[in-house]
């Protein structure tokens, strides 16, 4: 009898550690607080453009969703993380390996001359919450 009501406790107890971490690790932990800057004219273009393309997954002030991580992060500050490695990501997409949401693919229907406008976005909202 006592046997049996610790099994059933040590169920929940792995259910309960379980869920917990996929509501809240997984869904809801990676996203971060982001401030959106006076942007440049680049930068503004590159929040529509981001908007469009990358929000889905990103959010629409690179926080990060469910979907994707935030891109304002310390793992993508310029120095690490340089321009040409966010043009790559866009048009030829990205292995998953620093998070648990697995490959970006190739960005479909997104222009050779947004690229630069959204590397603009990032790097400015970057840059007013300290990733430099
Ligand atoms: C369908 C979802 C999705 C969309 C849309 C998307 N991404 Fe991603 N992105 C991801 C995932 C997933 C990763 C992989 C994260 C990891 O390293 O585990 C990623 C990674 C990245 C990285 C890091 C790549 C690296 O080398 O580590 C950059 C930069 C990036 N995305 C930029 C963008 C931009 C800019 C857009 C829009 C033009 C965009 N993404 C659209 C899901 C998405």
New binding site residues.
Partial sequence: MKKNRLAILAVILVAAIVGGYTFFGQDSANSVEVTVPTLTPAGARGEAA?GT??A???GTKAQGTE???P?IHKL?HPGH?GDA??A???LNG?R????P?????P?EG?TQAEIPD?IAF?REVQYANKIY
């Avoid at 998953?96 to 998070?99: C, D, E, L, V």
């Avoid at 949401?101 to 693919?105: H, I, W």
């Fill in positions: 981001f393309y990358c889905d997954c990103h979907k994707g991580p891109l993508y993380h490695a966010i790559s990501a866009v990205a998953g390996h620093h998070w949401y697995g490959d970006m693919k960005v997104i959204i990032i």
